[in-house]
Every structure is written in C-alpha cells, then in structure tokens.
C-alpha cells in the first residue's frame, strides 16, 4: 500500500522564522511528489517535483526531492502571518489509473 | 473558466437521508477524483474517473456511488448517510494521463447528524 508521511504535523513559529517541513513516501512506480497550500478552503498547488537534486523555488518557498532517500522538504523563509495554512504532502504514481496519496498534512501557524 | 466547481458548498442531512453532490469542470479534464477530508487526516480518495463512462474505487468507497456520463460532471451519490460520512468533500481534475496537477474544487461541508 502506498504510503505518504509528513511531520511535523504541526508547528508554531514567530514571523520570520524559517520552517522545514518533512514528506517521507513509499509507493510503487513513483512518478512525481506534489506540495499543496491550504487555507480554510481548497488546496492550491505550490510545486511538483519529478528529479532528484533540483529545487524548486517561489519566492520564499523552495522544495527538493531525494529519490534515493525517498524524502522531499518544503523550506518557507522569513515566514509571515499570511503563511498559516496546512500544507498537504502528495505522491503520484505512473500508470494509466495514475492517482495522488496524500500525507495527513502539516499545520503550520505564524504568530506575528 | 470557472474551473472546477461544486454544489451546495453546506449541507446537513439526517441519519438516512440521501443526496448527491454536484461537481463539474470546464477545463475538458479527462480524470475527475471525488476525496474526502477529516480533520489532521490529509485527503482520502473516494472514486475516480479516467473518462466519460468509466468509475474505479479509491480508498474509501463504501457508502458511496459516482457517476461519468459527460466528460464535464461527476456527481457523487450518498445512498443512506451515516454520522461517519460528516466530512469535507472536495472534488478534483486532471487534465489526462500526461499531466500531474489536480485543481480542486472549493469543497462541501457534509453533517450528518
């Protein structure tokens, strides 16, 4: 059964903090690994990795894969307020009926 | 576009009751994936769909049915809700097979009491 794994699952920090969160994964016939935002409403993508080594980043957030150790880290730098949210962990898989696994997700809260 | 939307955003229903919550999108996605989500539990997989005409089980499908009769709608049917099925319901599409981002709908908040 495939399996996603994120922690902390939750995490208080002051505005401008730095913050690592953790998504560990196994599943077979791995194709990408995907972060998502949510904020009280829908989750909206943030980045998708496919290739060990090469990090993704947007502005403040940057996130990289290591397929090897089948882990990836979403960094968020110089948090703010606006950055409280659960971010959601997720894994796809190749095939024809290809779906996504999510993690439990990881409360982040930024107190100003 | 208005992308991917659902309908009604609330609802409480009574131990029994039956009802169908409304997804369509109008991106012309190939795949639509129904999940649910309970507080600190990510997201769970309901039914998907790869097509018109075509259903498969996720994770969680009891107490549940879709159907995919146009690439644009798929609805999700509760036969007889039970206070186990109060959740969050979010709806989602992909574009096809080569594609990995799945845009979500808004969500609808289900009590079943």
């Known amino acids: 059964e495939d399996k996603v794994v994120q922690s902390p699952l939750s995490l208080v920090v002051h505005e401008g903090d730095t913050v690592t969160l953790n998504c560990s994964y196994e599943?077979?016939?791995?194709?990408?690994l995907l972060w998502y935002k949510q904020e009280k409403k829908a989750p909206t993508f943030l980045f998708m990795l496919?290739?060990?080594?090469i990090e993704k980043k947007s502005g403040r957030l940057s996130s990289i894969l290591d397929k090897k150790e089948l882990f990836s880290i979403l960094n968020i730098t110089a948090t703010q307020t606006g950055d409280s949210a659960i971010y959601l962990c997720?894994?796809?898989?190749?095939?024809?009926?290809?779906?996504?696994?999510f993690g439990k997700g990881i409360t982040l809260s930024v107190r100003p | 576009n208005a992308g991917v939307t659902q309908t009604p955003k609330f609802r409480i229903l009574k131990i029994g009751q039956s009802m169908t919550l409304q997804c369509t999108q109008d991106?012309?996605?190939?795949?639509m994936y129904w999940y649910r989500q309970d507080p600190g539990m990510g997201l769970k997989l309901i039914y998907y769909?790869?097509?018109?005409?075509?259903?498969d089980k996720g994770e969680v499908p009891n107490g549940y049915n879709v159907s995919r009769s146009t690439t644009e709608d798929f609805p999700l049917r509760l036969e007889l809700a039970a206070p186990s099925q109060t959740s969050v319901y979010f709806c989602?599409?992909?574009?096809?097979?080569?594609?990995?981002?799945?845009?979500f709908g808004p969500g609808t908040r289900l009590t079943v009491l």
């Open positions: 769909s790869v097509g018109a005409g075509i259903t």
């Open positions: 991106m012309n996605h190939n795949y």
């Open positions: 989602a599409s992909r574009r096809d097979r080569a594609s990995n981002e799945q845009f």
């Open positions: 997720a894994v796809s898989t190749t095939g024809a009926n290809s779906k996504l696994t």
């Open positions: 496919t290739s060990s080594g």
């Open positions: 599943v077979t016939n791995f194709r990408s």
